[in-house]
C-alpha cells in the first residue's frame, strides 16, 4: 500500500466485514512503521510529530494535503459550512428544550389543580370555623351578660285571685 501511494495511486482501504473506511488508519500505521524500522528517522519523525502535535493539526494537515495524502483529506468544499455546524447543537437542543418547557409547563398545571382542589376545602373549613368561632363568642357575651345581671323577676302573666 505505502508503495502504491508513494507512486502516485489512489488507494481506499474498505474493512470486508464493516465496511467501514480505514484508509485514513491505515495510511497512518504505514508512517508509524516506516517511522519505526529506521533509527535516524526514529529521531526526526518523533521531533516531526512533535512539532506537528504543538502546530495542533495545522501543520499535519498542511503537509498531508501537499502531499500525496492529500487527495483522500476533504477540500473545504466537502465540509459543511462553519455557521452550519455551529447551528447544529442548536437545532438538535431546541426540540428537547421545547419538550423540557411543555413539560414543565404541564407539571406546573397539574400542581396548580392539586393545590386548588385541596385548599378550596380547607378554604370552606376556614370559613366555617371563623364562622362558629364569631357565635362561641356571641354566645359567651350572651353568658356574660346573663351572669353579671341577676334575673330580674318579671310580673306574672297570669292573674292572681
Known amino acids: 500500500i505505502a508503495e ?4 502516485g495511486e ?8 464493516t465496511k467501514e473506511n480505514l484508509t485514513g488508519v491505515t495510511l497512518a500505521q504505514i508512517i508509524y512503521e ?7 528517522s526514529t529521531r526526526q519523525g518523533a521531533k516531526t510529530l512533535r ?16 502531499g500525496p495524502v492529500g487527495r483522500f483529506l476533504p477540500t473545504a468544499a466537502d465540509i459543511p459550512d462553519l455557521q452550519q455546524l455551529r447551528d447544529t447543537p442548536r437545532r438538535v ?10 413539560l414543565h409547563r404541564r407539571a406546573d398545571e ?11 376545602p380547607l378554604r370552606e373549613l376556614s370559613h366555617e370555623v371563623a364562622r362558629l368561632q364569631a357565635r362561641i363568642e ?7 351578660r346573663r351572669v353579671e345581671k341577676p334575673l330580674e323577676k318579671k310580673p306574672d302573666p297570669t292573674p292572681k285571685d
Open 34 to 40: 516506516s517511522e519505526k524500522s529506521s533509527e535516524e
Open 138 to 144: 356571641d354566645l359567651e357575651a350572651q353568658l356574660r
Open 4 to 7: 502504491l501511494v508513494r507512486a
Open 110 to 120: 397539574k400542581m396548580r389543580t392539586l393545590i386548588g382542589s385541596v385548599l378550596a
Open 93 to 102: 437542543v431546541a426540540p428537547a428544550v421545547e419538550a423540557l418547557e411543555e
Open 10 to 17: 489512489d488507494v481506499q482501504i474498505i474493512d470486508n466485514r
Open 51 to 66: 512539532d506537528m502535535i504543538q502546530a495542533r493539526g495545522e501543520k499535519i494537515l498542511t503537509s498531508l494535503r501537499e
